[in-house]
């Protein structure tokens, strides 16, 4: 399942999927919300890979902000994420992980 949110700033609508976290307890937090994106193959300059980002640096939700681990198209107990939603209600692109940038959070 994915969710549409109208982009205020550019008039469009996009498409992005709820994550919820992996993470024991996650399910009773908010969901973040993630973005597909295209990228250059590391393995081959010729190939693409498609990979999501999540809106925002909370949506890194495992090894310290490194990576995430999440059930794709689920909305957690809490809905969904409200810095998220802002940014993609402000056409804000998907964040790059920050390692170290936060401690998972094990509830
Ligand atoms: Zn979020």
Not at 80 to 95: S, Y
Request: charged share 25%; proline share 7%; aromatic share 6%.
């Amino acid at each position: 399942m994915s969710i549409t949110i109208h982009d205020k700033v550019h008039d469009v609508d996009r498409e992005y999927i709820p994550g919820m976290g992996r993470n024991p307890g996650e399910e009773r937090q908010v969901s973040h919300l993630y973005v597909e994106i295209t990228l250059p193959d590391p393995d081959d300059v010729r190939l693409t890979i498609d990979t999501y980002l999540p809106m925002c640096q909370r949506g890194w939700n495992r090894s310290n902000g490194a990576s995430f681990s999440i059930f794709r198209g689920h909305v957690a107990a809490r809905g969904v994420c409200k810095i998220c939603q802002r940014r993609a209600e402000a056409g804000l692109p998907g964040v790059e992980s920050k390692p170290g940038s936060h401690k998972t959070k094990w509830l």
